[in-house]
């Protein structure tokens, strides 16, 4: 819970390298794949990261993208 906790936050941070970014979601993507093993899709925890996940990967698009 800490470790997600802390990618949570790094995922929304504004000084967060590319490098950071996708660090989180790497970490993220992990957590979600093991709490749904262990715990089962259905699962609030397991619904929250999955949220998280999709913020983080959310962000790291956005920053990859270039503007126009």
């Excluded at 970490?27 to 979600?32: A, F, G, Q």
């Amino acid at each position: 819970a800490k470790q997600q906790m802390i990618m949570t936050q790094l995922s929304k941070d504004d000084g967060a390298t590319l490098d950071d970014l996708r660090l989180a979601v790497t970490m993220l993507e992990e957590i979600e794949r093991t709490s749904r093993r262990v715990r089962g899709s259905a699962h609030p925890e397991t619904n929250q990261t999955g949220l998280h996940l999709r913020d983080a990967q959310a962000a790291l698009c956005a920053r990859e993208t270039p503007s126009t």
